[in-house]
């Protein structure tokens, strides 16, 4: 059966993944980007952003016990050592309520990758609001019909399983759009379930917030768009205003300058060369993006790998630390 092929093959996909990674180490210390968004926790996480204040904290002592931890916008190219890089995207609120305290009780260096167009709001990033109206335990219609040129169809929604097919489905469309009609997706939808937009537990940070995030001496700040929208969706136009916006908007509120940056979702096929243009004209001197790999010396600046952090206990950390580095 190829379930039993399958699971057989992958500690030898492993084995020879570390023995890859061992002869790369020899010859150039690799640098291990990790990726996360939230630390907190959460009723219901159906993208699995975040990770538990007490996981989050077990994860950073091993870092620290076992690794050289680096920041995004040094010169890797004279390390000597395997190294680790923390990175968290969005913007969330709980960075720095929850995340920062323990990055500055460990003594851990973090880049935070801002997407500006929701600091200060209650409006909420767009995939929490889609799950916020389709996966709460709340009345809704039995169907919902999306208008929308090139993605308009139906869906039943009786069911919670009805419900997560949709949520599951609008969220993978939603990369391939531009902002205009997203914000247009969710407007549809609120009528719909005849509620009101809201963030809760999911909102942005505020500027004060920020503000405290930027003034740690732990901390980096990097832009992420004004809308995270995928920057592949969008003419070299609307490219240009999401990156240089959100890059000079973070430099007039923080007073200081922006040199690192990360595409949204990061996938390859979310961004495009045209992205990375606009990236290296607007001054970054790193950009980076969402996919698993190492950093070495041969890796494009601007497209460097990332590997997503989960919720983890220690031991299972340890055990992916053990495969990536």
């Not at 093959?9 to 020899?26: C, D, G, S, T, V």
């Not at 890089?85 to 969330?92: E, N, P, Q, R, V």
């Not at 167009?117 to 916020?132: A, C, H, K, V, Y």
Request: with cysteine.
């Amino acid at each position: 059966m190829p379930g039993l092929v399958y699971r057989s093959a992958l500690p030898a996909y492993r084995r020879l993944q570390r023995l890859k990674n061992a002869i790369l180490r020899r010859v150039d210390p690799p640098v291990v980007v990790l990726l996360y968004h939230r630390v907190t926790v959460l009723p219901s996480d159906p993208e699995m952003l975040s990770v538990w204040p007490e996981n989050f904290h077990a994860q950073l002592t091993y870092l620290k016990e076992n690794f050289h931890l680096v920041r995004l916008e040094d010169d890797w190219s004279t390390l000597s050592e395997p190294a680790v890089c923390i990175t968290f995207d969005d913007g969330y609120a709980d960075n720095a309520r929850e995340a920062l305290p323990i990055l500055e009780e460990v003594g851990a260096p973090a880049t935070f990758f801002i997407s500006t167009g929701n600091i200060g709001t209650e409006q909420g990033f767009w995939w929490d609001q889609f799950g916020r109206i389709l996966l709460s335990d709340v009345s809704l219609p039995v169907s919902f019909t999306l208008a929308d040129r090139q993605f308009g169809r139906s869906w039943r929604t009786e069911t919670m399983a009805q419900r997560q097919a949709l949520y599951t489905t609008l969220n993978a469309l939603a990369q391939e759009i531009e902002i205009e009609r997203l914000e247009d997706w969710q407007g549809q939808l609120l009528t719909w379930a005849g509620q009101a937009p809201g963030a809760a537990l999911n909102r942005a940070l505020n500027w004060d917030e920020l503000q405290v995030l930027a003034a740690s001496p732990w901390t980096t700040i990097g832009a992420h768009t004004v809308s995270h929208a995928a920057l592949s969706a969008l003419d070299e136009e609307q490219q240009r205003q999401e990156i240089f916006a959100s890059k000079e908007t973070l430099e007039k509120q923080l007073g200081t300058r922006i040199d690192v940056f990360s595409y949204p979702f990061g996938n390859r096929k979310h961004y495009n060369r045209t992205s990375i243009a606009l990236c290296r004209e607007a001054g970054f001197v790193k950009a980076a993006a969402n996919f698993p790999g190492q950093v070495h010396r041969w890796t494009d600046l601007y497209q460097l790998p990332r590997r997503v952090v989960r919720n983890w206990d220690l031991s299972a950390f340890a055990s992916n630390m053990k495969n990536w580095v």
